[in-house]
């Protein structure tokens, strides 16, 4: 059995450099773009007008391994709801605080279980994991997950992220044993990820 020391840190625009800190007290989630309600929301607020979801999803990443977690926070479709976005806003553009971005099809999204999570195994996340509240797709490699979210952009065109100007060209999970971090153990991606990535192609 192979074993690991730490978990890997998540993949971040700020490798090898420091990570903004930022003021918990003061965040604010924007939403905006093509909505009926633009909206500047606390976590507090966000808290106060949605239900919290709790979540045990596997986590995968492009470099091999994965990981499943306990993760909190909300359903992204709950918070996009509350801005009441327009019938032909069909992508979200999601901006981290550092700039750090990914355009995704809304619907995708929301069907898939796509989350906006504060907490993971009960531990609100750390900067380096994607503090105060990071967006998590379980349908793909988490480089489609943006860290740090500051910014939900609802729009009527695709925009390329970051991800392709780093290099990626496929998010899709693809069918060979990743390591599974918590346990050391080579695991086969779960087949309804599979099943997506068939799908997709």
């Known amino acids: ?5 730490k978990i890997p840190t998540f993949f971040h625009e700020f490798s090898g450099r420091p990570i903004p800190a930022f003021d918990q007290n003061s965040y604010r989630l924007q939403i905006d773009g ?5 909206l500047d929301l606390s976590l507090i607020e966000l808290e106060a007008r949605l239900p919290v979801v ?4 596997r986590f995968y990443c492009v470099n091999g391994w994965s990981l499943e977690a306990l993760w909190r ?23 981290s605080m550092g700039g750090y971005e990914d355009t995704s ?6 069907n898939r279980g796509a989350l906006l ?25 988490q480089f489609r997950g943006v860290k740090s979210v500051a910014r939900l952009e609802l729009t009527r065109e695709y925009t390329a992220g970051s991800w ?13 044993p ?18 997506l990535a068939i799908d997709q192609h």
């Open 178 to 195: 990743h390591l599974a971090i918590e346990s050391g153990v080579e695991l086969m991606p779960d087949i309804e990820v599979l099943n």
């Open 105 to 110: 099809v809304v619907c995708e999204l929301v």
């Open 34 to 38: 093509a909505v009926e309600q633009r």
């Open 73 to 95: 926070g909300f359903e992204l479709g709950d918070v996009l709801q509350l801005a009441e976005p327009q019938k032909d806003a069909i992508f979200l553009r999601a901006i």
């Open 117 to 141: 999570a504060t907490h993971m195994d009960g531990t609100p996340l750390s900067r380096e994991r994607g503090a105060p509240i990071r967006l998590l797709v379980f349908d793909r490699y």
């Open 164 to 176: 392709v100007r780093y290099g990626y060209s496929d998010a899709t999970i693809q069918a060979f």
């Open 1 to 5: 059995m192979k074993t690991i020391k």
């Open 54 to 57: 709790e979540r045990r999803r």
